[in-house]
């Protein structure tokens, strides 16, 4: 049969009971729930939350489930379905990224790591069995995911609450100081604080969010995410070199964070690096753009976004050299093809191209990247359609009815 290479899709999730049968057989035992945390894509407002910025991300379908059971000997035990090795360790141990774990139990510093933060809030060990259809290393925040779903089980299991604002920064944490990855807050708060329909408008200073009413289909567009193919980790240098130039430019203009520039010309006059200038024009740009997303949106004009999508991916790829030859051929051939917009979205070097077309073009933007690709040699890019989708939730058992 005729294998049509546009249409790779993501294997689907298997259902929740096929997932507490493979715990069953993994544990011994029945597990107590089922968590899921969802992926994100980032409309818009890149690289502006470490420097206390304002983000825009959506939750997609696509996430992370976790089957699991408490347990009582302060033992975390993790398996995943999409890892060879099962990993255990106490929950009081001190940070994963201090102890040298192998590449193979790399995956596990995340659950692991969020096990050891929560501890402190009174949550304790656990069995749990990871499952995921979201693509791992392409931008769409499966480290994120997997510890926002480990942090709900966790704290259901041993019936500790924590609010969701709170329990993002733990998961941040988690990854901060024990993955050891420098990433910022958006991602964890995206997974836990999203709703379908909408996307999450983040303050990354103060932690206040809003939900912004999105919906393309109803406008007649589509979303698509490309994955590029070329995997991205946080744990690389570049992302964490972008950081310390932000502080590095904020401390030079004697300001708290990127945040606060208030005029631009100004600033990049105080500066004499290029490479730094470069970074604030980028960042203080992206917070507008994140608020001219916002005003669109809430007008209902939701087209003009490719606007904005394309000058943020101008400024990623030209001011903050963060851009990737697979991201910048697959944003020019969308746009070719009809295309309203299209830009990188996450930390960069890698991972996923956002595209905003008319739902009628959207299988000959397809074909216009793919044949980019071909042309080019490159393994063939991977789509999969963005819906809007709801934050992190317990699949079950069900919440009692009141
Ligand atoms: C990655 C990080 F995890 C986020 O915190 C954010 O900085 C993003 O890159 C860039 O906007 O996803």
Known sequence: AHHDR????????????????????????APEGVWRAPGRVNLIGEHTDYNDGLVLPFAISQGISVAGARRDDGVVEVRSRQAATAVSAPVDGGTVASEGWPADRAWAAYPVGVARVLRERGTGGASLLIDSDLPQG????????????????????????????????????????????????????????????????????????????????????????????AAHALTGGEYGRRRAECEEAAALLGVPALRDVTDLPAALGAL????????VQHVVTENHRVEAAVGLLRAGAVAELGAMLNASHLSLRDQFEVSWPAADAAVDAALR???????????GFGGSVLVLAPAGRADRVRDAVAAAYDRRGWASPRFIDAVPAGGAERLSPPPALP
Request: net charge positive; with cysteine; hydrophobic share 45%.
């Open 138 to 229: 392409a931008g769409m925040a499966s480290s994120a995911a997997l510890e926002c779903a480990t942090a709900l089980a966790l704290c259901d299991l041993h019936g500790v609450r924590i609010d969701r604002p709170e329990l993002a920064r733990l998961a941040q944490r988690a990854e901060n100081e024990q993955a050891g990855s420098p990433c910022g807050p958006m991602d964890q708060a995206a997974s836990l604080l999203c709703g379908a329909g909408h996307a999450l408008l983040l303050d990354c200073r103060s932690g206040l969010s809003s939900r912004v009413p999105f919906d393309p289909a109803a406008a007649g567009l589509a979303l698509l995410v490309v994955d590029t193919r």
């Open 6 to 29: 546009r249409r790779v899709d993501v294997p689907a999730l298997p259902l929740t009971g096929a997932l507490e049968t493979a715990f069953a057989e993994a544990f011994g035992r």
């Open 337 to 347: 093809a009809g295309a309203r917009g299209a830009r990188m979205i996450g930390g």
């Open 272 to 279: 004499r690096d290029p490479v730094l200038r470069r970074r």
